[in-house]
Structures are given as structure tokens and as C-alpha cells.
């Protein structure tokens, strides 16, 4: 019962649902905050005494919008954690934030309650965009946000959309070259995509504008890698670039499908428990959360273990997302199957033959550049 | 009805080039010899299959007895039979012939003779069958009966002075129809104390009442009671029911020599009862049999696959029940790497097979693919053996072929002057021979050989767009003929897919190639990996292209932890990936197929 554990924490409240978002997000006139707060301590207590005391790399305070949290509340969730399992060393605590004045006001009280990593949620450097995603906040705040957090927190990250309707190349490689010049050492790069359920996928359904694809999607891609990479940020996956070594450590967790523990309304979790792998996740909505906590202790509603081939998918798929690939001895420790039982020995030959696969330098089963951009059609082949 | 002496009696068949107007006419006989009160009355009201009402056009012959009045004081049976024009029934017009002494040749009179007029009109004086001319539609303006009537006579050598001139849809002159039929042609003959002779003309499968026979009494007495026996077949069956179509069923006690009705006995399948059999008294036999017709033989052939594997014997079933109402057309089980298991299914032609297909789907709810249709060839090997080819996907190695036959056809095609440079030009590009080109009037009448199988694809489709409309065409079956014919095979991903397999005559092959190639990379969507198409004759590759690889397809942000969502996907699309063909590391959707094979027709 050692694994190294990350912690997620998840803030379900925001000023306003953006048209693209599909999170687990809720709008609300108001949100007594100390009561949520208090509802989370609980869950993560209750979660905690299940869990056993373990090692604890990193805790992600994530959602919704929780820059929207009480910073106390962060404080007090912090030193629970710290003091009901054991905190490495070089714990990494990442918040999320949006850049709005207001939330800018409160970016060292959150440095204070202990967090070390902001991600903000810029999405774009450019005013009609912004209005497009329906952000709440302008180019100038954004800009502001970063140079703030720049000097509170050593480290920063900022996520960015394009991809969007009638974007050029030649456009979006200039506004990321200005990203760029703003970044410290992490970037999420999201490709615009329409999820069932969102404003944007009614509006897209209607046809009220268009996306770039195929071909122009994948140049836009290999145009992002190619501009991050002149700033010494390398893709470490799909979406995600950094410094070497300033990869988020938490998400990590879930591409390298380590042990996590999900707290907050809607969150998920992958636990070891007495030898088995689980899969859990929490009520949604964010009133019945709190009332089956305040009642139950916790707000689990379905609970698996998962068979060994749901985790051989499990590892590949996630792990397939990154650069470094999957480890077949860890593949085989956590899934119990070996890599010729968890793929399809055809299709995997036929893969590093397209050049989609190859090993790496370390042993691992990697996802070349031209294989990253075919992920979702190679999976299904790839894998049993 | 049971005494209804001979000289009462007419026969005739309504025949016609397409939409001149048959079964309109037939409406108005019916409803002017109260067959049907007017409430039960609707257009073509013949036409019961859904497939003929909605397209329109008559797919079965059917038969109808009318009480006639006529002028002279006598009350006339009249034996109606409305027949189909689409050259691929012609069939149907034979058998209706057969079971009549005299015709009515409806022509539109805005049209004019077209290539089923002759072709039907000639299949009636060859029955010997007398013929009263009919030039229906002169309530529209474009009529020109007196320029049709001088065509009549030009180009069928009918003498049409006295051709009677009516408008079926307003119901103009009907009496004259009528007084034609009881005064022009000729009452059957026949001698009821003779041993029974009946003609089985037509057989269908009725849920309700089982196997339901039509035939036309020829000698001999008919009786409710009886015990039949099928000459030809060889099989004896008691009788259940007699009746006439009025066009109802109406039971009668029997049938004497010149009278058409039917019979319903107890028989299990249609197939116990081949059309053209002489029907007779099992007690008191008849020696001799009547002379039948020639069966008739598919020339189109396709395969046809259920989309979903397990529907196999669920189609099994489906081509039975349909063959009991239509004995024109063949199955026999086939299996095809690419598709399956199915059937492959020959048809009188193109029309046939696309209704049939229609009836499976809509009848029977199957969901189906349809290979490319294919003509029979004839191969004589190097050891001398024949055999008819009717899947391309059978042809054996070329080097083993010594010679193959190819079938060709006889057409005849009218068209108005102007268009007459484009449809030769299509004919010369079909390998076609002219025969014979005349004139009559503003209209061509082009004679040609072709072979059959330049004609099954979209010859007449590309008839109709050069023409306007305005050309029609015939056609008939004439022998066969050795040809320089190559087997195309297409492979996908290296791997032949013997469903997409053609024969095309060598002068063709490269363009054919090249064509179903381009149109494979338009269907097949790109996907994980590039796609060699190739098209082949034995090992030379003649055409190719290729499909290159998908060029992005992963989700951008995988967040929260949630892997469930992910794994939920893979499941999702795996199980997607089970309703694809697989060809490989490759898959090919359906639709594709389905595509490739109707655009290719
Ligand atoms: N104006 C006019 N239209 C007619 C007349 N007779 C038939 N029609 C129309 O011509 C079309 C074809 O008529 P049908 O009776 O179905 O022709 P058909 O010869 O039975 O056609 P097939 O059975 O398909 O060969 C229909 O739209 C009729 O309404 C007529 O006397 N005048
Ligand atoms: S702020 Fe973030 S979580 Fe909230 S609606 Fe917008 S995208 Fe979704
Ligand atoms: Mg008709």
C-alpha cells in the first residue's frame, strides 16, 4: 500500500459556463464556499483513512474555477493533505486560475496557502477570440495574469485554444510566438474540439462556423510543436509542452496511470485497494455531492475494480499520450498482461512499420510525432 | 357463367411501348363494364404492388373479366389481360399473348411508335394474334394521330385507317374500344367435350389462399372438384377453388374452352407449377400437351449479400417467398471472401434486379449489397471443357482459357433526328454494329448489335440523358459471339476483393480500370494507413491509386482523470469496427462497397 499518490481536488463552481467547456463546471448566484470547503476536508479524510498513509507527489486543485475558492480553504485542504499522507520533498500543488482582475488579486494569497504551480486559463491572445470562447476576461488581463504569477510562483503554466474557426497558420504562429515570449516553462496547447453538450456543439451542429481539419489541423499542429520547440519547449504530450523537467507532475500521474485520489464533485480516481486496481468517481452535481458527504463521509457512486484488460487499455491509452511511451515492465505490473497480450501483434508491426510507433532509447513502446496525430484511429487497431 | 359459348368469348392482350397508356386504358374498360364501382376505382388500379404504383409502370401482367353489352344486343365476356412495357418483362407479354386470340397495340398518339411497340407488336403477330390499333392521348395537344397512323403503317405494316382513336385518361370513345374487341377480333375456339387442356399461364403465391394458378382454357371443362394433373410436372392435385378476376375474385363452378380463370389447389410451392404446363384431368387425361412457352432465362447476374452477416438464412427465406411470385428469377448460394455468404441472382434485366432488391428491402426489411451485375460468358478451356461464367469472381487462370463467348443483343432504338449523331456515336463506343437505319418522318429507327455486356451497365441510362428522353430502345437476346474479354480483378491494400471484380472487353479495360480506382479513393475513407487500389488482369497491374493515411484524429485534452471516458471510447469504437469489412490492416465500410458496385452500374 505505498504507491506514490497524487490528489485532485476539484472546484465545481464558475462565473460563467464557457460555449466550448464540457467540465464538470456549475454556475451558481452564490456559493457558500466555507461549507463546500468544509465537505471536500471531509471527503479527503474519509478518502484518506481508505487509502492508508502514502507518499504524496502532487495535489491539483482543479475544476470549474477554483481561483474562485476561498484562498483559506486552499490553505487548510493543503495542510490536511500534508498532514494525513506523507509529502515528498518536492511536492508539486497546482491550482488553476482564471485571469481575471479579480482572481489576479488573490494569486498570493494562494502562494500563501502553499501552492507552487499556477496554470492559468488564457485560451487566447487575441480579443476576438476571447469573445468567441466566451472568456470573461480581455488580452490585457491575460497579459497582466502572467507577468503576476511570473514573479509569485516558480512555476507557470497557461493553456491557449486555436485550432478555431478560420484560423490561419500564419495567424496562429504568430499569436503563440507571442504566447511563447510570455511563458516560463509549461504550456497546454488545446486543439479547439466540439464535445456533446456544449453551446459550441449546437452552434457547430447548425453549421454556424467551422473547424479546421484534417490536413489544416494537422499542419496547425506540427506548426505548434515546431514554434514551442524554438523556445526550448518540447512536447512531453499530445497537448502539453515544457523545460525539461517542468512537465506537470500530476497529470503524469494519470498518462503514466499511477494511483490517484479524486475529491470534489464529479472527480475520478484510481486507487490500489488491497491488491486490486479501482475505478471510482464522485456525484456531479454539486449540492448532492455535498449532502451525501455530509451524510456518508464521501460521495463515491459507482466503484470497479478493473479487469486486466481494461488496465492493459488503460496504461496504453494513456500512456500512448505521452512522448516517453509506456514501460512494458510497468504495463505487466499494473495490468498483469505483457505487451504482446495487450495489443494486437499484427497491428503493432504494421504501426512501427508506418512509422506511427517505435522504442525509445529506455525500452519503451513510444507514439511518434506522425503517430500522436493518429492516436485515436491507431488505438482501436493497436490495441486488444 | 358456366355456359358462355364461344362465340361470346374475346380474348386480348393490351400491349404498348412504357406509359402509352395500358393500364389506363384497362381502368376505363373495367369501369365502363361496372367491374368496379367507382368508389373501388383509382388509377391504374391493376397496378397492386407498391412498386408499380409508385413508379408508376407495370411490372406483372394481370387479367381482368368484363361483361360487355355490345351493341349487337349480345352480352360479351371480354378477358382482359394488362401487360407490362419495360423491355425487361417482355417475358410477360409472351405468356399474356399466349392465353389470347387479338391484341389492342396502344400507341400515343403524342409519341408515336417506339421501340416496344414494335417489339411487342411483332411478339402478337407471331402468337397470331389479330390487332386492333389503338392511338391513345389525343386529348393532348401534342397528338398527331394522323401522323402516327401513317407511321403504323410505314414502320409495322399495320394498316391503321381504322384505328381507334381514344383518350383513355378522359374516357373518350371507350365504347369504340369495346365494339372493336367484340367486332374485330376473333371469339376462341375450342370443344369443351374433348379431354381438358389448360394453359398454366401464371403462378403466384397468395398468403391467405396458397398457390393461386391462372390459366386459359383451352379444350375440355374445367371443374370445381376435380383432380388436375400437370402434364409437364407430372404431379396430380385436387382442386380447391375455381374463380375469375372481376377484378376480384370470384368464384365460379368451372371453366369451359376459351375462358380464363383460377384455380387454387392444394400445392405446397410455386415451383411444383413452371408456367406454360398443360393443365388436364387426371381421370381422363389429355395426350397431347399444348405447346408452352420457352422459359426464361436470366441474362443479368449479381451477387447479392446480407449487410449483416446473420441475416443469411433470413435472405434465404425472402428469395424463396419472392420467387414464388416471380418465377423469372434464379438464386443459388455463393460466397464471396469479401462479403460472405449470399447468393448469386440472375434477372431479365437491370429493372428486374433493382426491383427485386427493392421488394427484399422493403418487403422482407433485409438490408442488402448488390455486386456489380455481370452477363453470362461462355469459356471453352485449353482441354476443352465449356462452362458459363456467371461470377466474374470464377473466371480461371486466363492461361488456362482457350476462347470466351460473350452474349450480344439485337436492339432497336428510335430516336427524333437531332440526337441521332450522339446515339450512334454511343453505339460505336459500345462495340456496336449498325444493322439497319431508316427513317420515319423526324424519327430514326437504328438498328444495332451490341453485346450485352456494354448494354447492362448504364447504356440506357446514357440513352435517356443524351436523347432528352426522347430515344427509346428494345432489345433481344441474339446468340453468342467470342470476344477479346479480359477478367478485371481490383485489389485493395494488396488484397483482391473478388466482390469488385469485373469482365471488360480488353479495348475498354484500361479506361474501366482507371475509373472504378479513381472512384474507390473517393469512397473509402482515408484512414491509419495509406492504401494501395490497384486493378489488375492476372498479375498486371493496369491501374492504380492510392489512398493516403488520415491526416489527424486524436482528442486534444484528456483531463481530469477521467480514463473511464476514454476507455468507454475505445470499447465504443472497436465494436464500430466489427460492422467493417476487413480487408487487411484495412477497413472498408459498407457504404463504399455499395457505392463502388451502384456507380459502376
Ligand atoms: N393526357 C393523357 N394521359 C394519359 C392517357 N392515358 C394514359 N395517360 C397517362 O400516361 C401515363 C402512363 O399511363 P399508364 O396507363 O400507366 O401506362 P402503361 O402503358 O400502363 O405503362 P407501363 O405499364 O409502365 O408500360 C399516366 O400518367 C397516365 O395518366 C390519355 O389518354 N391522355
Ligand atoms: S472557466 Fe473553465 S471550467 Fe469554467 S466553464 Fe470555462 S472552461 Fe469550463
Ligand atoms: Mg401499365
Redesign the pocket.
Known amino acids: 500500500m505505498t504507491e506514490t499518490l497524487a490528489l485532485y481536488i476539484h472546484w465545481p463552481f464558475c462565473a460563467s459556463k464557457c460555449p466550448y467547456c464540457d467540465f464538470n463546471s456549475h454556475v451558481r448566484e452564490r456559493v457558500d464556499g466555507a461549507s463546500y470547503v468544509a465537505a471536500l476536508r471531509a471527503e479527503l479524510a474519509h478518502e484518506a483513512t481508505r487509502a492508508g498513509r502514502r507518499p504524496l507527489a502532487s495535489i491539483f486543485f482543479g475544476g470549474g474555477t477554483p481561483s474562485l475558492m476561498p484562498p483559506e480553504g486552499v490553505a487548510l485542504l493543503i495542510e490536511d493533505a500534508r498532514r494525513l499522507f506523507d509529502a515528498t520533498a518536492d511536492i508539486e500543488i497546482t491550482l488553476e486560475a482564471n485571469p481575471t482582475s479579480v482572481e489576479i488579486g488573490r494569486l498570493r494569497a494562494f502562494h500563501a496557502a502553499g501552492v507552487n504551480r499556477i496554470s492559468l486559463g488564457v485560451q487566447s491572445l487575441n480579443a476576438e477570440a476571447l469573445a468567441f470562447l466566451g472568456r470573461r476576461h480581455d488580452v490585457g488581463e491575460a497579459i497582466a495574469a502572467l507577468e503576476a504569477a511570473r514573479t509569485i510562483f516558480p512555476r507557470v503554466s497557461f493553456d491557449l485554444i486555436y485550432a478555431r474557426p478560420g484560423q490561419s497558420l500564419d495567424s496562429w504562429r504568430a499569436e503563440l510566438r507571442q504566447a511563447l515570449a510570455l511563458a516560463a516553462d509549461h504550456l497546454s496547447l488545446y486543439q479547439l474540439t466540439i464535445e456533446p453538450g456544449t453551446q459550441f456543439a449546437t452552434l457547430f451542429g447548425r453549421g454556424a462556423f467551422t473547424l479546421p481539419e484534417g490536413d489544416a489541423a494537422a499542419a496547425l499542429y506540427l506548426a505548434t510543436a515546431e514554434e514551442a520547440a524554438r523556445f526550448g519547449l518540447a512536447p512531453y504530450e499530445v497537448s502539453n509542452y515544457a523545460k525539461p523537467g517542468a512537465e506537470s507532475r500530476h497529470n503524469l500521474a494519470y498518462w503514466r496511470h499511477g494511483d490517484y485520489l479524486g475529491i470534489g464533485a464529479g472527480a475520478h480516481q484510481r486507487l490500489t485497494l488491497g491488491g486490486r486496481i479501482t475505478a471510482s468517481r464522485r456525484h456531479r452535481a454539486p449540492e448532492e455531492w455535498r449532502a451525501r458527504v455530509e451524510r456518508d463521509g464521501h460521495a463515491r457512486t459507482e466503484e470497479e475494480a478493473l479487469s486486466a484488460i481494461d488496465l492493459a487499455r488503460e496504461v496504453m491509452l494513456m500512456g500512448l499520450r505521452l512522448t516517453e511511451g509506456v514501460d512494458p515492465a510497468y504495463l505487466a505490473t499494473r495490468s498483469g498482461l505483457t505487451l504482446a497480450e495487450a495489443t494486437d501483434p499484427a497491428m503493432l508491426v504494421a504501426c512501427m512499420d508506418e512509422g506511427y510507433l517505435h522504442w525509445t532509447e529506455t525500452g519503451h513502446l513510444a507514439t511518434t510525432v506522425e503517430g500522436l496525430l493518429r492516436l485515436d484511429a491507431m488505438l482501436p487497431v493497436l490495441l486488444r | 357463367m358456366t355456359d358462355t359459348s364461344l362465340a361470346r368469348i374475346r380474348n386480348f392482350a393490351i400491349i404498348?411501348h412504357?406509359?402509352?397508356?395500358?393500364?389506363?386504358l384497362a381502368d376505363r374498360l373495367i369501369q365502363f363494364c361496372g367491374g368496379l364501382a367507382d368508389r373501388e376505382m383509382k388509377?391504374?388500379v391493376l397496378d397492386s404492388m407498391d412498386i408499380e404504383r409508385e413508379r408508376?409502370?407495370?411490372i406483372k401482367a394481370q387479367t381482368v373479366r368484363l361483361e360487355y353489352p355490345a351493341k349487337d344486343g349480345v352480352t360479351y365476356v371480354l378477358n382482359l389481360m394488362d401487360t407490362?412495357?419495360?423491355v425487361d418483362f417482355a417475358y410477360e407479354v409472351s405468356r399474356s399473348l399466349a392465353a389470347c386470340e387479338g391484341s389492342l397495340l396502344v400507341v400515343d398518339a403524342s409519341q408515336g411508335v417506339e421501340a416496344q411497340t414494335l417489339a411487342n407488336v411483332y411478339q402478337a403477330l407471331d402468337a397470331g394474334h389479330e390487332i386492333v390499333p389503338i392511338l391513345?392521348?389525343v386529348?393532348?395537344p401534342a397528338a398527331e394521330p394522323e401522323r402516327v397512323k401513317q407511321q403504323i403503317e410505314d414502320v409495322i405494316g399495320l394498316p391503321a385507317d381504322d384505328a381507334v382513336m381514344i383518350?383513355?385518361?378522359?374516357g373518350l370513345n371507350i365504347e369504340g374500344v369495346l365494339e372493336a374487341i367484340v367486332t374485330r377480333l376473333p371469339a376462341p375456339t375450342g370443344d369443351e367435350t374433348k379431354p381438358l387442356q389448360a394453359l398454366l399461364v401464371d403462378s403466384w403465391y397468395d398468403p391467405y389462399l396458397g398457390v393461386v394458378i391462372l390459366v386459359r382454357v383451352k379444350q375440355g371443362r374445367l371443374r370445381r372438384n376435380m383432380r388436375i394433373r400437370l402434364m409437364a410436372k407430372g404431379t396430380a392435385h385436387p382442386v380447391n377453388d375455381i374463380g375469375v378476376f372481376t377484378p376480384k375474385m370470384q368464384p365460379v363452378d368451372d371453366l369451359g374452352p376459351g375462358e380464363m380463370g383460377y384455380i387454387t389447389a392444394a400445392m405446397k410451392t410455386v415451383a411444383d407449377c413452371n408456367v406454360g404446363d398443360t393443365i388436364t384431368d387426371d381421370r381422363a387425361p389429355a395426350t397431347e400437351q399444348l405447346p408452352g412457352f420457352r422459359p426464361s432465362i436470366p441474362v443479368v447476374w449479381c451477387g447479392l449479400f446480407p449487410t449483416d452477416a446473420d441475416e443469411f438464412e433470413k435472405l434465404r427465406e425472402s428469395l424463396g417467398k419472392l420467387r414464388l411470385n416471380d418465377s423469372s428469377f434464379h438464386f443459388d448460394p455463393e460466397s464471396s471472401a469479401a462479403l460472405g455468404f449470399g447468393f448469386r441472382c440472375g434477372f431479365l434485366g437491370l429493372l428486374h434486379l433493382e426491383i427485386v432488391q427493392e421488394r427484399l428491402s422493403r418487403e422482407f426489411d433485409l438490408d442488402l449489397i448488390a455486386t456489380a451485375p455481370s452477363v453470362v460468358y461462355k469459356l471453352t478451356k485449353n482441354n476443352g471443357d465449356e462452362i458459363e461464367l456467371h461470377n466474374p469472381a470464377d473466371m480461371p487462370d486466363p492461361s488456362l482459357v482457350k476462347s470466351i463467348q460473350e452474349p450480344w443483343i439485337k436492339a432497336t432504338i428510335f430516336v427524333p433526328d437531332e440526337y441521332l449523331g450522339s446515339i450512334l456515336a454511343l453505339c460505336s463506343e459500345r462495340r456496336g454494329v449498325q444493322v439497319d437505319l431508316t427513317y420515319v418522318g423526324n424519327r430514326a429507327m437504328a438498328v444495332y448489335r451490341l453485346p450485352l455486356n456494354e448494354v447492362v451497365f448504364d447504356f440506357y441510362d446514357r440513352l435517356k440523358s443524351i436523347s432528352r428522353g426522347y430515344a427509346s430502345f428494345d432489345y433481344a437476346v441474339d446468340g453468342y459471339e467470342e470476344g477479346d474479354l479480359v477478367k478485371i480483378s481490383i485489389l485493395v491494400n494488396n488484397e483482391p476483393v473478388d466482390a469488385l471484380s469485373f469482365m471488360a472487353h480488353r479495348s475498354a479495360a484500361d479506361r474501366r480500370a482507371r475509373s472504378i480506382c479513381e472512384k474507390l479513393k473517393d469512397l473509402i475513407p482515408r484512414q491509419l494507413f495509406k492504401i494501395p487500389i490497384q486493378a489488375a488482369i492476372g498479375g498486371k497491374v493496369i491501374a492504380r491509386e492510392t489512398i493516403g493515411a488520415m491526416s489527424k484524429d486524436v482528442t486534444a485534452k484528456c483531463y481530469g482523470g477521467d480514463i473511464s471516458r476514454k476507455r468507454k471510447l475505445l470499447d465504443k469504437q472497436k465494436e464500430g469496427k466489427k460492422r467493417m469489412r476487413q480487408f487487411g490492416k484495412v477497413e472498408i465500410p459498407q457504404s463504399a462497397f455499395i457505392a463502388a458496385l451502384k456507380m459502376d452500374a
Open positions: 404498348a412504357i406509359d402509352h397508356g395500358k393500364s389506363t388509377e391504374q408508376g409502370i407495370t407490362p412495357g419495360h391513345n392521348k386529348d393532348l383518350s383513355a385518361k378522359t
